[in-house]
Nanobody, 124 residues
Framework: QVQLVESGGGLVQAGGSLRLSCAAS????????RGWFRQAPGKERELVAS????????YYADSVKDRFSISRDNAKNTVYLQMNNLKPEDTAVYYC?????????????????WGQGTQVTVSS
């Protein structure tokens, strides 16, 4: 059974940092793109960051550029999201995803695997 399990969410003050992890099991995701989405209450799920299969290409939403960093460790079948200088508007449930394809852009469309989500709350 394929599973993506997120961890690292929590409550943090504005300006603080969190590091999310997403560990995969059931199959290897070392040859496909991975990504992080988020969904705030009353809003649609949006792509935050993605990374291609070998880590040499990334994408960031404008709202998180220069604050968030996505990385992956294929040996551990894990993807990370380092979030710095957090803002109250970053409050959301964060979901990791795995594409069926290699490119970072492929995570935004088409079928994908999803994790169950982890809550991130940033207080002002």
């Amino acid at each position: 059974q394929v599973q993506l399990v997120e961890s690292g969410g929590g409550l943090v003050q504005a300006g603080g940092s969190l590091r999310l992890s997403c560990a995969a099991s059931g199959r290897s995701f070392s040859n496909v793109a991975r990504g992080w989405f988020r969904q705030a209450p009353g809003k649609e799920r949006e792509l935050v960051a993605s990374i291609n299969w070998n880590g040499d290409s990334t994408y960031y939403a404008d709202s998180v550029k220069d604050r968030f960093s996505i990385s992956r460790d294929n040996a551990k079948n894990t993807v990370y999201l380092q979030m710095n200088n957090l803002k109250p508007e970053d409050t959301a449930v964060y979901y990791c995803a795995a594409s069926y394809l290699r490119t970072a852009s492929s995570i935004s469309a088409g079928n994908k695997y999803w994790g169950q989500g982890t809550q991130v709350t940033v207080s002002s």
